[in-house]
């Protein structure tokens, strides 16, 4: 009996579950569908470069000789649903039989196990580490390091490895790592690719449909194909992988992705696989055209961090999204989706992720995700704004990012303490605070920068809580030390400032 093979939005690899077990005579269902584009307002450029890439796909696959039931958006019979696309086919091609491969978010797993339909879900096999790893890896263990799990992920692979040493006497490199933005970056930026008539095509829908989600739709330049993708990967490791290590931290306002990748999009959707871009770098590397702490650094974000975070995500179940060990309550501020502020580091974040639909893994953390930690926001709406504005989200690698590592939510499973900072970091390691509206060397008073006033009034709120971690104790000291007077004008100052942003007024 035929079957129906479902291939997701992000599940654009040719080698993915489903198809590698679909036999001639099998039907390929591919749906773009208003549930999925809407169950957080999505940035349109992610939106369309779904869109086009399953678009391309889905005509790829049919080159090579599959039946292929795809659905537009703006087809007149779509139900708008995966579930419902699933029923539909299965009526129209006369089977109940469906495979697919299990999908990146539980909201989507739950849904395909309720459809009445005779479903056969096959593990995603494009990561490292299947959940049963993981699960053999965490047993047992009291804390969950990202860094043992990567040492395992380098033998596993034997990326960097020289026999059954790492290469260099060191797994990690970076403390070689974390030197502040240079003034001259030296570089384009990611490949950008001309909207050809297929993206043409999706632009038009998209901006039809979607043009008042947050972002900017136009310019679009992504690429939308594994050969477009392939291209992007080799120009990031001619031009700018060598300087990766150095600068991975650096913020620079006016140069939105420095000497980082910009590949994340491709990769998660299935247009990269993790092992041919790892390999490309080591071969940079081998060839003496980068150096080893920037290719570590760079494969250890890859094997190490991306398969921890997935690990963490399906280990955790269903609820993770909905942690919150803080306690925190306040309302998502304006100014997360493009409300006037005055914070520059934050005016300049939005700013590039409302146009670009990406900022970098420093944006993401030490600027907005330590904003928002430091104010007090509820994580869950911190959590749905991060699935809805990166061209890259899809829970499984955004949740445990943003409840664990940035937000602190889980209660330290991910992070064995929370990533926060005074202006003081975010000085160091950008331009943005010459220009600003703040004062960053300022502690107290009008002009002191909100985060070096937020930054005490977190600690001191969550004081019992965090005192005990060693690598907090001397911060916990250093206020015990600090004149009375002076805490109480801090704590008061950063009283003042939440009062007005709560208020709405432009902080
Ligand atoms: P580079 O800096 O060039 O790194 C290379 C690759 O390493 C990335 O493409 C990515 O695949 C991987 N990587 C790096 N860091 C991580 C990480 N912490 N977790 C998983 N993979 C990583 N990444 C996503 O792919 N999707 C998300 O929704 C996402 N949300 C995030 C939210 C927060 C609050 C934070 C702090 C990080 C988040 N990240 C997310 C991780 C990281 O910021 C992005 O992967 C990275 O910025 C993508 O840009 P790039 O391709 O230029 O990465
Ligand atoms: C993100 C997304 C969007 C915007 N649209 C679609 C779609 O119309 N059809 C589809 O198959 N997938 C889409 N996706 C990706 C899914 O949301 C993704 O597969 C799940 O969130 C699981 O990772
Ligand atoms: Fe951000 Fe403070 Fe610097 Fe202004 S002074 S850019 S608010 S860190």
Sequence with gaps: MKRLILILGDQLSPDIAALKSAEPGDIIVMAEVADEASYVPHHPKKIAFIFAAMRKFAAHLQDAGWQVAYTRLDDPDNSGSIPGELLRRA?????????????????????????????????????????HDFEIWAEGRKQLRMEYFYRDMRRKTGLLMEGDKPAGGQWNFDHDNRKPAPKDIIGSGPMQFAPDDTVQEVL???????????????????????????????HFIQTALPRFGDYQDAMLAENRFLYHAV?????????????????????????????????????????????????????????YTTRNVLNHTRTLPALFWGGETRMRCLSKAVEQTRTEAYAHHIQRLMVTGNFALLAGVDPHEVHEWYLAVYADAYEWVEAPNVIGMSQFADGGIVGSKPYVSSGNYIDRMSDYCKGCAYDVKAKTGEKACPFNLLYWDFLIRHRERFVGIPRMAQMYRTWDRMDETRCDTVLQDAAGFLIRLDAGQVV
């Design 91 to 131: 009526d129209q091609f006369g089977t109940d039989q469906v495979i697919a491969t299990e999908p990146g978010e539980w909201r989507l797993i739950q849904a395909l196990n309720d459809v009445p339909l005779k479903l056969t879900l096959l593990p995603d096999d494009r990561f490292l580490a299947s959940h």
């Design 204 to 234: 038009a829908l998209v901006g039809a449909r979607f043009g008042d989600n947050f972002g900017d739709l136009h310019p679009f330049w992504f690429a939308t194909d594994t050969t477009e993708a392939r291209r992007a990967l080799t």
């Design 263 to 319: 590949i994340s999009m491709y990769l998660n959707a299935g247009l990269l696989h993790w092992r041919e871009i790892c390999d490309a770098a080591e071969t940079a590397w081998r060839d003496g055209h980068a150096p080893l702490n920037a290719v570590e650094g760079f494969i250890r974000q890859i094997i190490g961090w991306r398969e921890y975070m997935r690990g963490i995500y399906f280990l955790e179940g269903p609820e």
